[in-house]
């Protein structure tokens, strides 16, 4: 199963994918629309985002960052580098021009998961989003790489998971739907990032069972 993203299908999922996964972000947040919703963004959005962010550029002066931090099934399994499950998500595969196109990938979900979630609840689902796809793609179908695209991915599709654990209306069931559609193509055209969205809704699911954020009235219903 493929964890580059490279085919040109999967690139067209995932922009509709984190379209999707904002609309739903900001239907929550009871923000006005998407300026006062991105901007400023949460500072704990922008430490995600700088802690990911500070380490990646640097691989590019230091290739050698790569080869500490990236994930490799048969070093975590045999030689006991388990800390590269989780590493792997502070650096990017691909030289320059996927580095920058993962870090612009996390900066939606991160600002949109911490305006849903809140900081705390955010950071965990990115961790254990990045913790359940660093253990697939190490013991389940193994492929060795790096990068933080899974776990911004499962971090934007937690909000999906939610709406559909709060009973959803209509439009937000549809896209939420639309968003548990999007993983299980992604997953018949062997993309394995369709685990990192279906296992973002199951954690999304089960934090807004067992927690769930605040949701914001918008000030417009507020004033009716």
Known sequence: MSTSGDDPRSVVLYVLFVMLATLLALRWSGARDFRTFLWPPPLAATVLWLVVAVPSLLQLAVPALNEIFRRNPVQIRDDGEWWRVVTSAFVQDGGVAATFANLMLLALPAV?????????????????????????????????????????FALAAATAGLWLAVGARRIELAMSLAILSM???????????GVAVLCGMLLGAVLGTVMPPTRQVPAAAVGA
């Open 112 to 152: 949109a998961g911490v305006r849903v979630w809140g900081p705390g609840r955010a950071i965990a689902l990115f961790a254990a989003g990045q913790l359940l796809w660093g253990l697939f793609t190490s013991f389940v179908s193994p492929s060795a790489g790096a990068g933080c695209s899974a776990a911004a």
């Open 183 to 193: 993983g299980a193509l992604l997953l018949l055209i062997d993309d394995a990032h």
